[in-house]
């Protein structure tokens, strides 16, 4: 096998890994922490720097060759992939059940939180960690771990089945359409693109139709074929479903039981009611019913609005386009409509004033002026795929972190946007610390027709949601790998960074330069800023 995933690098080298090396390396890393975990457990005395620390270093570089795996399954997915992610997935979680389930180390790590001279960071990571212990089942007995263990290690390959099937159930399904009337509506640059997936999948004329959302969403928007509209939300709105036109293969009802099922029973073992019970015990939200409060309460107050503005638009399509009933497949397009005729704002006419290259600009400005940092491009350095580029985070001068960013929309790549991490900042037994890692990935519409990659506003918001994330994990003072970041952090409170960051879009003086049109480089004018502000909430 290779060992270049075994060799600890600032920035992974990714054209030297093969699927194939995956799990030798982890495999090794994990032989390597039980020998340690032997060697602790019969320690005399336990103690941070003994007990702890070193578990916790090589733990990390544990976490550090599955993300690389994982997020290349995640933007390049392949059956070769699949096939050893599986398997090390099933692996890793075996692996961690029995160190979570150690009764011997959960002692030790007990007897050092009772210690004194912790700081308050390592006091955190032992708090979150005896959690953890007991939340996987340390005091459980025997024949309730094992259980609970292979609980663990099934809801792995259902979850990992679930994605899949996705994936697969989404980029499996397309309508070739030749008549070109059928598009009516749909803005040409939409059309090209359409024209031109029918060319790249072998189809010498017409147009493919897809369930990629850079396509799915401007033709629900724009196109006046109401029956076509139809065929469209049906497939998208059952993918991965024994419903619509879809391959039951891919249909994950089955395994959607399966997993509710397997997550009540660790439940159970828990002595917990529900898995809604179980989820909070990480969260902020202290209970289940104080979740259920809170949303019954915002459906309270939300749901008379959300009604007036239905019939509104119910109405507003009976007079428009005479339909009787507002059909789900017709949302889009009415409101669409109805925003440009209220408010005079084109989604399509505001894309042109986003090009990429400007909003990522426009973006760096902005991180400039609220966090004082400069990003800058790494030239020639590896990147997980070759859309990927690599940016350098510096403050006064000093390289904070590093983000690959990985933007477009292709074949392979799984759906949304995310931020993952690759390394989280290190600094003990290093001379030099090991610098924060992050991959932020969209599902933008690739450049085309010798243009950039044209943004519609939600595109731009979706951005800059996804650098608060990243600029939440690069920024982080705390070098305990545990809770370094986004480590740690409740997923009822993780959100904060993102929408914060969010706010700068609609702010004039950064649309100043966040945009500039295509062809004539103009910023969007005051007057249509106004109109986009009138528009926001609608």
Known sequence: MSTALLQEQQLPAFE???????????????????????????????SWDETVAPLSDLSRKIDHVWS???????????EELRAVYKTLSEELSAFYSAVAQNKELYSRYLAVSEQSGLNASQKKVLENKLRSFRLSGVA??????AEFKALNQKLVGLSNRFSENVLDSSQAWSLHIVDAERLAGVPSSVISRLEERARDKGYETGYLLGLDLTLYLPVMQYCEDRDLRKVLYEAFITRASNQGPHDLSHANEELMRDIMDARLRKSELLDLASYADLSVQTKMAESPQQVLDFLYDLHEKAKPLAEKEFVELTAYAKQKFGLAELAAWDVPFVTETLRKER??????????YFP?????????????????????????VSTPVPDARCFKVLQNGQALA??????????GKRGG???GTCHKLTEFDKEEPLLPVAYLVCNFAAPSDGKPSLLTHSDVVTLFHECGHAMHHCLTKISYPEISGIAGVPWDAVELPSQFLENWCWQPEALEFLSSHVDDKESLPDALIEKMMKAKSF
Not at 19 to 27: M, Q
Not at 356 to 380: A, C, H, I, N, Y
């Open 140 to 145: 459980l007995e025997d024949d309730a771990k």
């Open 417 to 419: 946007a995310w931020v």
């Open 68 to 78: 690389i795996a994982s997020h290349l399954k995640a933007v390049a997915d392949s």
């Open 356 to 380: 990429l290259p400007t909003v990522l600009s426009g973006l760096f400005e902005v991180l400039k002026r609220v966090f004082g940092v400069e990003l800058e491009e790494q030239e020639g």
């Open 402 to 411: 590093y983000i690959y960013m990985d933007l477009y929309s292709r074949d």
């Open 16 to 46: 030297t890994y093969s699927v194939s090396d995956f799990r030798p390396a982890l495999e090794a890393l994990m032989s390597q922490f039980n020998n340690l975990l032997e060697k602790v457990c019969a320690q005399q005395e336990s």
């Open 343 to 352: 408010f005079d704002v084109d989604q399509e006419l505001l894309r042109q």
